[in-house]
T-cell receptor
């Protein structure tokens, strides 16, 4: 079955360490997205990519980095520069254009101690 | 930039009560609107979407939403909620190439 796989489901890291969250899709979608979900704040866009080897910053990109070397993969690195990294991270993908919604992964809960 | 407002942050209902969750968006032109639901421990799922045509949109699980252009609104409704509707609901608007989400409404339904 086609879908989006995010791994791991839970991740614990020490403060000051970089950590990379995985997102893989087999839907043949061109566009991929990373959102951060915090209680009471909804989903806030971190980065998105419409095509391989190209990506754009979202509303809260500071302290994060991404790469898009393959159509299927869009990993997110949470760097030590991110001041409040503990959160639930959601990856999504879609076909390009305004008429399409997203398919979401099941998320990664990152806890930094 | 577009924005989405969901004014009901937490709604508590008894089973069989009617539901209406508010959603307002900022953009005055052509909009594509969505409602997503996140059941406890599950990923976000699409409930319904509006692109054009009939402003009353029907989705899954008995939900519907009405697009009212003059009010910049896209409220979600269900005539009779069930305990299984307990979830968080997100309204979103498609801004060119990305979805802009509201802050979400947490719905709790008690038997």
């Amino acid at each position: 079955d086609g879908g989006i796989t995010q791994s791991p489901k839970y991740l614990f890291r020490k403060e000051g360490q970089n950590v990379t969250l995985s997102c893989e899709q087999n839907l043949n979608h061109d566009a991929m997205y990373w959102y951060r979900q915090d209680p009471g704040q909804g989903l806030r866009l971190i980065y998105y990519s419409q095509i391989v080897n190209d990506f754009q910053k979202g509303d809260i990109a500071e302290g994060y980095s991404v790469s898009r070397e393959k159509k299927e993969s869009f990993p997110l690195t949470v760097t030590s520069a991110q001041k409040n990294p503990t959160a639930f991270y959601l990856c999504a993908s879609s076909l390009p254009g305004i008429n399409y919604g997203y398919t979401f992964g099941s998320g990664t809960r990152l806890t930094v101690v | 930039a577009q924005s989405v407002s969901q004014h009901n942050h937490h709604v508590i209902l008894s089973e069989a009560a009617s539901l209406e969750l508010g959603c307002n968006y900022s953009y005055g032109g052509t909009v594509n609107l969505f409602w997503y639901v996140q059941y406890p421990g599950q990923h976000l799922q699409l409930l319904l979407k509006y692109f054009s045509g009939d402003p009353l949109v029907k989705g899954i699980k008995g939900f519907e939403a009405e697009f009212i252009k003059s009010k910049f609104s896209f409220n979600l409704r269900k005539p009779s909620v069930q305990w299984s509707d307990t979830a968080e609901y997100f309204c979103a608007v498609k801004d060119t190439d990305k979805l802009i989400f509201g802050t979400g409404t947490r719905l709790q339904v008690f038997p």
